[in-house]
């Protein structure tokens, strides 16, 4: 069973950093592509950017320049290092596994509040 869990979310100023991490069991880690989405509240789950397996990365427009994502296969891990944060930037961050839609598996999500 894939399980997915999430981390390094938190409470930070306008114009902060933070950088999140996911972490993958149960899966086939290190060529399954990964992705990262965040929901604010009354709004729908946006995707904000992907990886594959061997490392290719897409953005959204919003948040391209600010943020990167990035894998540590020997870790089945992902991070999503969030820079030059904004107040329109808090949400629930959840990762995803798989380059389909529906994805494979969700985690819980980790929650990131910037404060102005």
């Known amino acids: 069973q894939v399980r997915l869990v999430e981390s390094g979310g938190g409470l930070v100023q306008a114009g902060g950093s933070l950088r999140l991490s996911c972490v993958a069991s149960g899966t086939i880690f290190g060529i399954a592509a990964m992705n990262w989405y965040r929901q604010a509240p009354g709004k729908q789950r946006e995707f904000l950017a992907s990886i594959t397996g061997g490392g290719k990365t897409n953005y959204v427009n919003s948040v391209k320049g600010r943020f990167t994502i990035s894998r540590d296969n020997a870790k089945n891990t992902i991070h999503l290092q969030m820079n030059s944060l904004k107040p329109e930037d808090t949400a629930v961050y959840y990762c995803?596994?798989?380059?389909?839609?529906?994805?494979?598996?969700w985690g819980q999500g980790t929650q990131v509040t910037v404060s102005s």
């Open positions: 995803a596994l798989g380059s389909n839609v529906p994805h494979a598996a």
